[in-house]
């Protein structure tokens, strides 16, 4: 419950704390549990935060050889995203392929041609594939990361719901995901339900 040595609980340790039950911290060399200490009352607020982000979101593949194994060529792009101010909201990477999340801007679209001429020159890059009108959905809870089902939960509330999900990451106690921009609405329903249910 508490970390190492420390005079407090872990916040985490209090989302399974019922409100109806008191828990009173005492220094572990007491003998008795009546000994002064501190007592915590009711229970952790719910903190569930699920925001869609407002403007519409690309997903932007490069494909290629051993992608990852090529620093230069991520540099390379990476580079050009950044020097052209758009912002990154997501990215994933793995063997063969780079994936980046950007919103959809008229920078970015230029920003689109650069990339291609980018996978034209190197040798290690085959292609490049585009999907527009992306929403972008952040799930913030306390503990989040440490709740065990919490994906598959969201991910089977949008399946119910005929809702793709083009990309889907776990940072700290946030879920990202992709889905279609017309299904926005009906994901962060779903999503906020299906949450709430998991951490009830």
């Known amino acids: 419950l508490a970390d190492t040595g420390a005079k ?4 985490k340790a209090l989302k399974y704390k019922s409100p109806s039950i008191d828990i009173k911290v005492i220094k572990n060399s007491s003998d008795d ?9 009711g229970g952790l607020p719910q903190n569930l935060v699920v925001d869609a982000y407002s403007n519409p979101v690309m997903a932007v593949t ?6 990852s194994e090529s620093p230069e060529v991520v540099y390379r792009i990476l ?3 950044r020097g052209s101010k758009v912002e990154i909201l997501g990215m994933s990477m793995n063997e063969n ?3 980046l999340y950007l919103p959809v801007t ?4 230029r920003l689109l041609e650069t990339i291609h001429s980018i996978i034209v020159e190197e040798e290690e890059t085959i ?3 585009l999907r527009r009108n992306l929403t972008f959905i952040k799930v ?8 065990p089902g919490v994906i598959s939960d969201i991910a089977d509330a949008l399946k119910s719901s005929s809702i793709n999900i083009y990309g889907i990451f776990t940072i700290t106690s946030s879920v990202i995901i992709f889905v279609d921009q017309k299904d926005k609405d009906r994901a962060v329903h779903l999503i906020k339900e299906a949450v709430k249910s998991d951490s009830s």
């Open 127 to 129: 292609a490049m594939a």
């Open 79 to 81: 580079r050009e995203v």
């Open 8 to 11: 407090f609980i872990r916040k």
């Open 106 to 109: 008229n920078v970015s679209e």
């Open 97 to 99: 392929s780079l994936i």
């Open 33 to 41: 549990l009546r000994s002064e200490g501190t007592i915590i009352r």
């Open 62 to 67: 490069v494909v290629g050889k051993r992608v």
């Open 140 to 147: 913030r809870d306390v503990g989040l990361e440490e709740t």
